[in-house]
């Protein structure tokens, strides 16, 4: 099947204003108030202008080593609310809030490993090529063993990333098959997916920096702790609203290329 990109986005949009209330509140639990209490607590560290590129480094290791306790959790529970959205967005079944928390939650360790295998695959492939290509061309060979490897990661990446709605949506709960199915129903539109995710990455970027003009005459008005604070509120408003469209963009991919289900052709003819 043809991919239409106009179409996925139009139906994405749709979704989300047809079940306005309950996407919301799922999306404020699972994304808005986690990310919000982690830009507060967890803010990352000022570098001063006199630190040499060593003192950065360390001061970056040592940031992400003591939220690293924090991030994994968070990671999962994000996981969690990305299926259940998935869940909660497909219209054939019309699930229930708590029937679609509970799908995600039936879904969440398949699709962890699914993402653990693919990274772990993707990761050797990207060092054997770089690897190769660095120890034949040197710094050169590096270089472009590096360029070529980011093209091949990003072109897997639009074939596996329908991954979550085929375990939230179509119930696969084996992650080689999920994976596998994902590949499958992707065939032969890769190009035209990839430049509709490089749009909608374009737009999410124009968001934040949207995002951040609006927190401007704070910035030069209030004082730093109030600026920080509403800095936070911001970012985290605008990062669930693109977590938010990007689940109902992925859920809207997915039903697009694997069609009606079976169980929704039966209905029609009966």
């Known amino acids: 099947m043809k991919f239409d990109s106009n179409r996925a986005w139009t139906q994405a949009s749709q979704a989300v204003s047809a079940n306005r209330?309950?996407?919301?509140?799922?999306?404020?639990?699972?994304?808005?108030?986690?990310q919000l209490a982690f830009a507060?607590?967890?803010?990352?560290?000022?570098?001063?202008?006199?630190?040499?590129?060593?003192?950065?480094?360390?001061?970056?290791?040592?940031?992400?080593?003591?939220?690293?306790?924090?991030?994994?959790?968070?990671?999962?529970?994000?996981?969690?609310?990305?299926?259940?959205?998935?869940?909660?967005?497909?219209?054939?079944r019309r699930?229930?809030?708590?029937?679609?928390?509970?799908?995600?939650?039936?879904?969440?360790?398949?699709?962890?490993?699914?993402?653990?295998?693919l990274g772990m695959g993707l990761g050797a492939v990207v060092l054997v090529?770089?690897?190769?290509?660095?120890?034949v061309g040197g710094s050169v060979g590096a270089v472009i063993g590096l360029a070529i490897a980011l093209a091949f990661a990003v072109a897997v990446f639009v074939r596996f990333s329908v991954?979550?709605?085929?375990?939230?949506?179509?119930?696969?709960?084996?992650?080689?098959?999920?994976?596998?199915?994902?590949?499958?129903?992707t065939k032969g539109n890769t190009a035209r997916l990839l430049g509709f995710y490089a749009l909608l990455g374009l737009a999410m970027v124009v968001l934040m920096i949207f995002g951040n003009i609006l927190t401007l005459p704070v910035t030069l008005l209030a004082p730093g702790e109030a600026v920080r604070i509403t800095a936070a509120v911001v970012e985290s408003i605008m990062a669930t609203i693109m977590a938010l469209y990007f689940v109902a963009v992925i859920a809207q991919v997915h039903r697009q290329l694997a069609g009606p289900s079976a169980e929704r052709v039966t209905q029609t003819f009966e």
């Open 163 to 185: 991954t979550a709605p085929v375990v939230a949506v179509e119930k696969t709960l084996n992650p080689i098959l999920a994976l596998g199915r994902s590949w499958t129903l």
């Open 21 to 34: 209330e309950v996407v919301l509140a799922l999306a404020g639990v699972f994304f808005l108030l986690p």
């Open 129 to 135: 090529i770089a690897g190769v290509l660095g120890a």
């Open 40 to 92: 507060i607590f967890f803010p990352q560290p000022e570098m001063g202008s006199g630190m040499n590129e060593q003192q950065v480094m360390t001061a970056v290791k040592a940031y992400y080593s003591s939220i690293l306790p924090v991030m994994i959790p968070l990671a999962l529970f994000q996981a969690l609310g990305t299926l259940s959205l998935l869940c909660l967005l497909d219209s054939e």
């Open 95 to 117: 699930p229930t809030v708590g029937e679609a928390i509970r799908a995600g939650v039936k879904g969440l360790v398949p699709y962890l490993v699914a993402q653990i295998l």
